[in-house]
């Protein structure tokens, strides 16, 4: 369960991560892209605005200059001029400043004295205040400046015109107050915050208007106008928490004092329909990822479930159950899966039964070997252990028996006796009737397949003796087997038809296991191996019962009886072999008198055996008919 | 001014002793630099007798300033006291001629031709003269006791002829100077046929130019 939540854990984390990524990389070349942009935008706007701007000022210092040039080319201000009377002069003066829509107006001696003055507050200016402004129009082209000024605290936009009468008799100056209603007429059409500083002779910068609360525009002074920022570009001001792109623009630099104009435009209004946009972009990228986990969560589990249903599949494979494979229907990669998986449960299932029959017909190394290789007539030459075991007087046994109580018998027979076979890794090649042929160092190559098979028929003889136990306590006849051992190279392979094969070996050496198989009985030992069989067991002793040509072979082959384990003979019993071996040499070298006496005392003094009886028996018959001279010891057997 | 006033008290002070001067005639010759920029055109150079001034000296006749192309011609004039002058507008607009001046303070209004009245300048001193609906028109006139004087041309010079033998103060005067004009003055002495030579140099003020609004030809209103 684990690895699938971790799986759509997985699933889950990349996706969402996935997502977040591209949408966070999305909002933030949106966002940065959108506040540059804005940025950008203000810059252009503020620098174009500038430009206005500065035109604006230059065009209404023209229009105001323009007036008081008409006052001053006033026939009848002239005239009254004239007249030398200061209650005329100044009664004609307030007159034109009425007309002229202006806030202060002043006549001025050319040498600086004042005439005659007239303010709304009837404030008295000091004439020393206004000889920069004096100065600077003496010196100008046609004798007139503007400039603004702060006069009693108040800033104008002072303007001074010369009074020709029709020669230069008198200054007229007038001046127009800058306050907040200017900066905010200015805003009008700039669409920027207005800020105009000014800053007299030795005085610090002072704000004369502004659109921004006072407050705010107090952070304005001093320190914010540098000449470098006047003339370059575009820097930012925070200001009561709000950025504001800002650009100063020189409007006033003279002697009478300076004056900057600072243009504002705030960032975050400028930001502010974005800001908008912005929230809805973070709402859509929220749906957006919510929408992705609810999927990612649905395809995770999509994927999950039959996959879990398909490990609880496999797992059952793994078990050997292949009753059933995994129901999905689905026609995308996982169906096919499922649909492998199924076909593989199928086949495994056809062949676990095919193995299993196999392994139940024939042996099941054989079956394993076939099953693992293809399957092809043929075999190959190699050193093969042949097992040959058989009940003595079976027919017998089976007479007044049912054929089913026969099979019964027999299969509960042949099964004890093929378990030592599958103990000692040797194979079952087939049962034949009671008898059983068995196989040691085929279709799989050991080197100790000769003593494996002697082992094997060793412990088939303990097993028998259980097996007769049984038999006995069920009251039947106890079992008498013999086992004939032989190694011989043999022919090991498939043999048959292409369609019913079997898998065995072919060779004299399996006829001689037969035969030794058969000669058990005849030399009473229940088990025979022949020369190559002993040969290959060093350390097992054996009791060499004859030297015999069986029918089918020319050769004579030594016969014998396979004793223990030669560590494990007892004193006495290797003795008693020792003394028979000598006897058997004397009865070959004819001796019979010393052979019969050997042969007859181990009568008494070992077991009796049947072979010393057959020794016995044959010293008599050699004294009564001795062998031909040119006897070879030899015993031929020709029937089967 | 003051310059102005004290010399016509001097020379009403000594008017009587005129005739006693012999007749017999002696030439001036005045040349007039501004400092530094050469010869000074449109400089009065007048001279007036020690000895006082005789009323059989006056000048009877007419003068007369003329309004041409919307400019006073001459520009600089210079008259004797109480003499008549007349305005005559050879413009076909007409014109609104005015003085604010101590010396002579009156007004033309519009008017086009030759004014019925001739404007009599019976005071000595400077007149400034303007026109009321041209800013630009200005003229000036020097009104001055004595019949001898003169206005430099463009090279500068001034030649008072038949000067009476006798002892002078001879003066310049020209609109944009600065100095007192009694501060330059010169004295000299005239005797038969004399033919003096004298060098003024006058210190030129900047002159102030109203201002006239660019169009589209001068002067074409």
């Known amino acids: ?640 | 001014m003051t310059s102005i006033k004290s010399a016509l008290t001097l020379a009403g002070a000594v008017v009587l002793l005129f005739f006693a001067v012999s007749s017999s005639a002696a030439t001036l010759h005045a040349t007039v630099t501004a400092d530094g920029k050469g010869q000074l055109v449109n400089a009065v150079v007048y001279a007036i007798p020690k000895t006082g001034l005789s009323a059989a000296q006056k000048e009877a006749a007419k003068k007369a300033i003329n309004q041409i192309d919307k400019e006073f011609v001459p520009s600089v004039s210079v008259f004797q006291t109480g003499t008549d002058v007349e305005f005559p507008n050879q413009d076909n607009i007409r014109h609104h001629v005015y003085s604010f001046s101590d010396a002579k303070t009156f007004e033309i209004p519009l008017y086009k031709g030759v004014p019925a009245d001739p404007v009599k300048f019976d005071q000595p001193g400077v007149v400034n003269l303007g026109c009321n609906i041209h800013d630009w028109m200005t003229a000036h006139v020097l009104i001055t006791d004595t019949p001898y004087f003169g206005i430099s041309n463009t090279e500068g010079n001034v030649v008072l002829n038949d000067l009476p033998v006798g002892d002078y103060n001879v003066y310049v005067w020209h609109p944009q100077q600065s100095a007192d004009t009694e501060s330059t003055s010169q004295q000299v002495v005239l005797h038969e046929n004399d033919d003096v030579s004298l060098s003024f140099t006058v210190q030129e003020k900047k002159q102030w130019v109203p201002f006239r609004a660019p169009t589209r030809a001068s002067g074409s209103y």
């Open chain 1, 1 to 640: 369960m684990f690895q699938f939540n971790s799986f759509r854990t997985r699933l889950l984390v990349f996706l969402v991560s996935l997502l977040g990524l591209v949408l966070s990389a999305v909002f933030f070349s949106v966002n940065q892209a959108n506040i540059s942009n804005a940025r950008l935008h203000i810059e252009d706007a503020l620098r174009i605005t500038a430009g206005t701007f500065a035109k604006t000022l230059k065009d209404r210092e023209n229009i105001l200059t323009d007036k008081v040039r008409l006052l001053s080319g006033d026939f009848a201000f002239k005239s009254a001029f004239a007249t030398r009377d200061a209650e005329t002069i100044r009664s004609a003066l307030e007159n034109h400043r009425q007309r002229v829509g202006a806030n202060i107006m002043l006549l001025l001696t050319m040498d600086g004295e004042t005439i005659a003055e007239t303010t709304p507050t009837d404030g008295i200016t000091d004439p020393a205040s206004l000889s920069d402004l004096l100065n600077l129009a003496m010196n100008s082209q046609y004798h007139e400046a503007s400039a603004i000024q702060v006069i009693n605290g108040q800033a104008f936009q002072m303007v001074a015109v010369p009074l020709f009468t029709p020669q230069p008799s008198a200054w007229i100056l007038i001046g127009f107050v800058i306050d907040n209603a200017l900066a905010l007429e200015l805003r009008e059409f700039t669409h920027s915050e207005v800020s105009l500083l000014y800053q007299g002779k030795q005085a610090p910068w002072q704000v004369i208007a502004t659109t921004l609360g006072e407050d705010i525009a107090l952070q304005l002074n001093d320190p914010v106008i540098t000449d470098e920022q006047a003339s370059t570009g575009v820097y930012d001001v925070e200001l009561d928490n709000e950025v504001y792109l800002s650009l100063a623009l020189s409007v006033q630099k003279s002697d009478v004092g300076a004056g900057v104009a600072i243009l504002q435009r705030s960032l975050d209004a400028a930001l502010l329909p974005y800001l908008r946009l912005r929230t809805l972009m973070l709402i859509l990228f929220g749906i957006g990822l919510i929408l992705s986990v609810i999927g990612a969560a649905m395809i995770a589990r999509g994927l999950s479930s039959p996959i879990e249903l398909l490990v609880k599949a496999a797992q059952r494979i793994e078990e050997g159950d292949y009753s059933e494979g995994v129901d999905i229907q689905r026609k995308d990669e996982i169906g096919t899966l499922a649909t492998s998986v199924n076909n593989m449960v199928e086949g495994l299932a056809e062949r676990d039964k095919v193995q299993n029959l196999l392994g139940k017909v024939i042996s099941r190394e054989v079956a394993d070997e076939l099953l693992s290789k293809d399957i092809e007539l043929g075999g190959e030459e190699q050193e093969v252990t042949m097992l040959f075991s058989d009940v003595r007087n079976f027919t017998s046994l089976c007479e007044g028996q049912s054929p089913g109580e026969i099979l019964n018998l027999l299969n509960r027979y042949l099964t004890h006796m093929s378990k030592p076979v599958e103990d000692h890794k040797g194979i079952v090649d087939k049962y034949i009737g009671d008898a059983i042929m068995a196989l040691f160092g085929a279709p799989i190559h050991h080197p100790d397949s000769p003593q494996r098979a002697l082992n094997c028929g060793l412990q088939m003889l303990s097993e028998l003796k259980n097996f007769n136990a049984i038999l006995m306590a069920e009251g039947r006849q106890p079992l008498a087997i013999g086992i004939g051992i032989n190694t011989a190279v043999v022919v090991a392979g498939n043999m048959g038809s292409i369609n019913r094969l079997n898998y065995t070996v072919i060779g004299d050496g399996v006829n001689l296991a037969s035969r030794l198989e058969a000669l058990t009985k005849r030399y009473g030992v229940e088990m025979m191996v022949a020369q190559a069989t002993r040969d290959r067991c060093p350390d097992f002793s054996f009791r060499e019962l004859d030297l015999v040509k069986v029918k089918g072979k020319d050769d004579p082959v030594a016969i014998y009886e396979p004793i223990s384990a030669t560590g494990s003979l007892s004193a006495k019993t290797r003795a008693c072999l020792d003394r028979y071996h000598e006897a058997i040499r004397l009865y070959r070298d004819q001796q019979w008198d010393a052979a019969e006496n050997i042969f007859s005392r181990l009568i008494t003094e070992d077991t009796d055996r049947p072979i010393y009886h057959l020794y016995l028996a044959r010293v008599a018959e050699f004294r009564r008919n001795p062998p031909p001279v040119d006897w070879d010891n030899v015993v031929v057997f020709n029937e089967k």
